[in-house]
């Protein structure tokens, strides 16, 4: 092999560093996650046995744990298991555990058992950031995504789905015994074998049956008509072009370094309740008495949108585009005109419609309003197939129109949203792999959605402003 660089005989002696600390440059993120473990308060934050206890035997502290998995989660490596071979064969976990080695076991623990704990130490991050200045724009924009949970689809029952399965095997059962049937008038020599298979089978799928009427006594019983058995948390949601069994994350992100600023993992699988919740969690976050966000159709819900004005929060949602009467090439809501010193709408050809009354629609408080003249009026077939065009308006619809001048004076809002919003949810599960969660149940899935998020912020941030300078901010 002559001709290339060689390397050294295995059984050259050589002089190694005597200190770890030689392995690890003074650059290297390790750092990061061994300083800012230090410098956060793990009493505080509720982590079990950051107290010792008097007698017993000694446990590993919780900030060695700790440290683990967030070195673990940015390097992309979940998995308890996996973190137990590193911290026996990896130079930079030797270092940042003073050569410590738990087994899978004990880490698993930690996480499962300190899970409220874990996500206090994801928003001292971001408390961290927002003491940086990170967050000069005010401006975050949400979005939800859907993840996979470890219940597999054939383990999440609907009442559709249970039925159809049902009635598969019901359908099976009868197929056999006719099989059965026509088996035993056979000669018993040549039938025997096949009867003895087909009873095999049909007792296998009275089986099944049995499991899914107990299953369906569950779904009964469940609030939202829905079974999962790996994980009982875990809901089938609907994505694009498919459905999965998992969870809805949220996230809030700050659209001047991208930084995820709030998070929670839900398992609704629609985004409509969401806008304001995420909203003021952002707004606590980044401790900002203004704040404007922007969200995409599919979190337009009227009652979200007044939530945030009571708030003091300036909220940018287009409304979704379902009027049937645009549908069916008729006049829709937009093409009348509301004059609020009259307290009437002006139709497209020029009429009054005065108020007539108020209703409850769905909790919400509705005016209704109509012309008289609708029947010898020539553009009635553009507008309504009934005697009357009647519009109806929302007792605060005023808040709706301001918000959706304000989207008209900002027409890049939208581009800023994805530009901003898509993207984190891109790397996360890049980052995660196709099998998205690891644990089971919503208070596990939550803690390990709060260390790629705080993985996340980590990257960000050493990229933003430097390693160096994130460790001399921590250790102010």
Same mark, same amino acid.
């Given at each position: 092999?002559?001709?290339?660089?060689?390397?050294?005989?295995?059984?050259?002696?050589?002089?190694?560093?005597?200190?770890?600390?030689?392995?690890?440059?003074?650059?290297?993120?390790?750092?990061?996650?061994?300083?800012?473990?230090?410098?956060?308060?793990?009493?505080?934050?509720?982590?079990?046995?950051?107290?010792?206890?008097?007698?017993?035997?000694?446990?590993?502290?919780?900030?060695?744990?700790?440290?683990?998995?967030?070195?673990?989660?940015?390097?992309?490596?979940?998995?308890?298991?996996?973190?137990?071979?590193?911290?026996?064969?990896?130079?930079?976990?030797?270092?940042?555990?003073?050569?410590?080695?738990?087994?899978?076991?004990?880490?698993?623990?930690?996480?499962?058992?300190?899970?409220?704990?874990?996500?206090?130490?994801?928003?001292?991050?971001?408390?961290?950031?927002?003491?940086?200045?990170?967050?000069?724009?005010?401006?975050?924009?949400?979005?939800?995504?859907?993840?996979?949970?470890?219940?597999?689809?054939?383990?999440?029952?609907?009442?559709?789905?249970?039925?159809?399965?049902?009635?598969?095997?019901?359908?099976?059962?009868?197929?056999?015994?006719?099989?059965?049937?026509?088996?035993?008038?056979?000669?018993?020599?040549?039938?025997?074998?096949?009867?003895?298979?087909?009873?095999?089978?049909?007792?296998?799928?009275?089986?099944?049956?049995?499991?899914?009427?107990?299953?369906?006594?569950?779904?009964?019983? %469940?609030?939202?008509? /829905?079974? +999962?058995?790996?994980?009982?948390? !875990? &809901?089938?949601? =609907?994505?694009?072009? @498919?459905?999965? #069994?998992?969870?809805?994350?949220?996230?809030?992100?700050?659209?001047?370094?991208?930084?995820?600023?709030?998070?929670?993992?839900?398992?609704?699988? %629609?985004?409509?309740? /969401?806008? +304001?919740?995420?909203?003021?969690? !952002? &707004?606590?976050? =980044?401790?900002?008495? @203004?704040?404007? #966000?922007?969200?995409?159709?599919?979190?337009?819900?009227?009652?979200?949108?007044?939530?945030?004005?009571?708030?003091?929060?300036?909220?940018?949602?287009?409304?979704?585009?379902?009027? +049937?009467?645009?549908?069916?090439?008729?006049?829709?809501?937009?093409?009348?005109?509301?004059?609020?010193?009259?307290?009437?709408?002006?139709?497209?050809?020029?009429?009054?419609?005065?108020?007539?009354?108020?209703?409850?629609?769905?909790?919400?408080?509705?005016?209704?309003?109509?012309? +008289?003249?609708?029947?010898?009026?020539?553009?009635?077939?553009?507008?309504?197939?009934?005697?009357?065009?009647?519009?109806?308006?929302?007792?605060?619809?005023?808040?709706?129109?301001?918000?959706?001048?304000?989207?008209?004076?900002?027409?890049?809002?939208?581009?800023?949203?994805?530009?901003?919003?898509?993207?984190?949810?891109?790397?996360?599960?890049?980052?995660?792999?196709?099998?998205?969660?690891?644990?089971?149940?919503?208070?596990?899935?939550?803690?390990?959605?709060?260390?790629?998020?705080?993985?996340?912020?980590?990257?960000?941030?050493?990229?933003?402003?430097?390693?160096?300078?994130?460790?001399?901010?921590?250790?102010?």
């Amino acid at each position: 092999m002559k001709r290339f660089i060689q390397g050294e005989h295995r059984g050259q002696g050589t002089f190694l560093p005597e200190s770890l600390d030689d392995y690890v440059t003074e650059a290297n993120p390790v750092r990061v996650v061994d300083v800012f473990v230090d410098e956060i308060d793990l009493v505080k934050l509720g982590f079990e046995s950051a107290i010792p206890a008097d007698t017993g035997r000694p446990a590993y502290h919780p900030a060695i744990l700790l440290k683990i998995y967030i070195y673990g989660y940015l390097n992309r490596i979940q998995s308890s298991r996996r973190l137990e071979r590193e911290a026996q064969r990896n130079v930079e976990l030797m270092w940042l555990t003073g050569r410590l080695m738990p087994d899978f076991k004990t880490i698993a623990n930690f996480r499962k058992d300190n899970s409220k704990a874990i996500r206090g130490v994801c928003r001292q991050f971001v408390v961290l950031c927002q003491q940086l200045g990170l967050f000069g724009e005010n401006l975050v924009a949400i979005d939800g995504s859907k993840f996979k949970a470890v219940n597999n689809r054939d383990r999440n029952f609907t009442s559709a789905k249970l039925k159809r399965r049902m009635e598969e095997i019901e359908s099976s059962i009868n197929r056999y015994l006719t099989a059965l049937d026509a088996a035993d008038r056979q000669e018993p020599t040549a039938s025997e074998p096949s009867a003895v298979r087909l009873e095999e089978k049909i007792a296998k799928l009275k089986t099944q049956m049995k499991e899914l009427q107990a299953i369906e006594i569950q779904l009964n019983e %469940s609030p939202d008509k /829905q079974v +999962s058995l790996t994980d009982p948390d !875990a &809901r089938s949601m =609907m994505t694009r072009g @498919t459905g999965i #069994v998992g969870y809805n994350v949220q996230t809030a992100v700050d659209t001047q370094h991208h930084l995820i600023v709030a998070h929670e993992v839900t398992n609704f699988g %629609s985004d409509r309740d /969401q806008l +304001s919740s995420m909203a003021k969690q !952002a &707004r606590d976050a =980044m401790a900002s008495e @203004t704040l404007a #966000v922007v969200a995409d159709r599919g979190y337009f819900k009227s009652e979200e949108i007044l939530a945030c004005h009571d708030a003091d929060i300036t909220a940018h949602v287009p409304k979704p585009m379902t009027s +049937s009467a645009k549908a069916d090439g008729r006049f829709n809501k937009d093409a009348f005109v509301y004059d609020a010193t009259k307290n009437e709408y002006i139709c497209p050809a020029g009429e009054a419609l005065p108020w007539r009354f108020s209703s409850i629609e769905k909790g919400m408080n509705m005016h209704c309003y109509w012309s +008289s003249k609708c029947q010898g009026c020539a553009l009635k077939t553009q507008c309504t197939p009934s005697k009357n065009r009647r519009v109806r308006r929302w007792e605060h619809e005023a808040v709706l129109e301001e918000m959706q001048r304000r989207l008209n004076h900002a027409p890049d809002m939208m581009r800023i949203r994805k530009r901003t919003v898509e993207h984190p949810f891109g790397t996360l599960k890049q980052w995660m792999g196709s099998t998205h969660f690891l644990t089971r149940k919503l208070i596990g899935v939550s803690a390990e959605m709060s260390l790629n998020v705080l993985a996340y912020n980590m990257k960000r941030v050493m990229n933003i402003i430097g390693t160096a300078s994130l460790l001399k901010a921590m250790a102010a």
